[in-house]
């Protein structure tokens, strides 16, 4: 007879809207999640790279957790906005510049 090896699983928990990220892990630990998702950036913050770009910060501050909680217990999402086929132009250069931003927060992360 042969032993029933446990296989593990890693369940995530996706959220669309994180105003309190550490509620956010306190929940998803006592629900016994592994990992969440979160969006890198705010839904409504879309970005305009044709213009002036605005200052100021486009996310949250990395300080709002530590590195090994980023790192262990964070998988970002990209923006839904972006649009790399579109007929237009500007859209297509914009969700490039969006998506450099985004990939490079996240390698910082």
Wanted: net charge negative.
């Amino acid at each position: 007879s042969h032993a029933c090896a446990m296989e593990s699983a890693n369940i995530g928990l996706e959220v669309s809207c994180v105003p309190n990220i550490q509620r956010v892990i306190e929940d998803s630990r006592s629900a016994e999640y592994n990992y969440f998702i979160l969006p890198l950036v705010h839904p409504r913050a879309s970005r305009d790279f044709t213009s002036d770009p605005r200052p100021g910060a486009f996310t949250r501050s990395d300080f709002c957790l530590g590195s090994a909680e980023w790192s262990q217990r964070v998988t970002g999402r990209l923006s839904t906005w972006l649009n790399f086929e579109s007929s237009h132009d500007w859209l297509r250069r914009n969700s490039e510049q969006a998506l450099k931003q985004e990939l490079a927060w996240a390698a910082h992360l």
